[in-house]
């Protein structure tokens, strides 16, 4: 925990932890400035960051992380995990597996070709504190007063260089394993450092050697670690391999990966077996038994929500296991989700499906009626604990009028459940709302992390926990110009018998 004065920096480290985990400070009550952080940052509760987990009353600038971030809370972020004053400071969406975090002005998340572009950090000095260069800090901007350690460089260039060409042996690409790998696998790098490895689960593969072993039948996904080290430095470069059984026809794969996209798709199915025939079903039926399935001879267009399930067969040879792939098409009035062309929402249905694209940006284009969405508990709020939307909301000066919830055990209740720190709501009219939840309940918001600007909400809120409110039931930032009016009832505990 700092609670004075962190600056000219660094940490490579991975952390691990229960709550408040962070690459450089699990807590901040001080001053950050011009340092980093590139080691992971796992945690089991709350207060996840790549820098900081909790900046309670602190100040960052200058910094930025490049660790991967993982907790079960709403309060992880690629750089900060919650609150604080940030500016100027920068995380690596890609390395850090999240496109959110808490912030302020000039705080943003950048790809890993962006992070080692001198141009990203524009307002960072780059005469006396910063420097870049390509071959240093695995080309992450650095502290020239405090550079990286020689073999922490060596590290970082001897793992890009560790490749699957340098591994494969006589195999062709890592998800058809047939052959060994290479014998031996690679125990130093060119720069002096010195490689180990493991394999999860242990017994398929032979981590000296590279001999695949086959301990039992059928094909086996494996997990190959490269530990790279020098001095105290170490690295790691992970290769999902999948073993294949000769006698079984390898899984189909499909061109697209599972997944929700703004737009009609075209998937093509595969296999690795030569000659194998896929058949493939879309109504949820089991490929290898039923009657409705197909041949695949083809792209299959996808235009709505499909379920792809599909197995491949070959004479000889043992069915393979069936593949599943969901593909979710969220359809909009127009845009593409991007800040400058948002998708354009005009109808019930296109609203509901902002849950789908939390991290995307979105304008109202005509008022909306939710009065179909009435029953079975009303309208299910956008966004929930940890999954919260993150995107823009422009509500453009339109009303959402006849918003019904009614979920008196459910938390984070209201049109959206929980907003994440890097979410803007604005220009929202909500007209005659009937709102119930339990904690965290709000007509607008039920919990909110980023920033409300001239909305308002009309109608009833009722919550059957703490945290009640008319517009946002509990606030942790920024709403400005927004008001709202209407009747509030929070939960009123019973008052016991006063006894004389």
Known sequence: ENWGTITKSYATGDVTGSGGVAGLAGS??????????????????????????????????????????????????????????????????????????AGGEGVAGKTTAEMKQQVTFADWDFTSIWKIESSKNDGYPFLKDNPPHPDLDAVYADRDALTWDSIKGGNSTPDNIINNLTNPLPTAGTNGTSISWSADPVAWINTTTGEVTRPTSGHQTVVLTATISKGIFSGIKKFVLTIIDPSIVATPSASLASGTYGETKKITLSTVTEEATIYYTTDNSDPAISNTRIQYTGEIEVTGNMTIKAIAVKVGMENSPVATFEYIIVVFDGGDGSLDNPYQVAIPEQLDNVRECLDKHFIQK???????????????????????????????????????????????????????????????????????????????????????????????????????????GFNTKAISGSYTTGTVTPFSPARPPVRC
């Open 28 to 101: 901040n009550s001080g001053t950050i400035t011009n340092s980093y952080a590139r080691g992971a940052a796992t945690g089991t509760q709350d207060h996840i960051g790549g820098l900081v987990g909790y900046n309670h009353g602190g100040t960052i600038s200058y910094a930025y992380a490049t660790g991967a971030v993982a907790g079960p809370g709403i309060h992880v972020g690629g750089l900060v995990g919650e609150k604080g004053t940030v500016t100027k400071s920068y995380w690596d969406t890609t390395t850090s597996g999240t496109e959110s975090s």
């Open 366 to 472: 005509a008022d909306i009626d939710l009065s179909s969405y009435h029953t079975d508990g009303g309208w299910i709020p956008i966004g929930v604990s940890g999954s919260s939307f993150t995107g823009t909301f422009n509500g453009n000066g339109k009303t959402i009028s006849n918003l019904t919830i009614n979920r008196s055990t459910t938390d984070y209740v209201g049109l959206f459940g929980v907003t994440g720190a890097t979410a803007q709501i604005q220009n929202m009219k909500l007209e005659n709302t009937n709102v119930t939840g339990k904690q965290y309940t709000g007509a607008l918001v039920g919990r909110n992390e980023g920033t409300i600007t001239d909305s308002y909400a009309t109608g009833a809120v009722t919550g059957a926990g703490t945290y009640v409110g008319g517009l946002v």
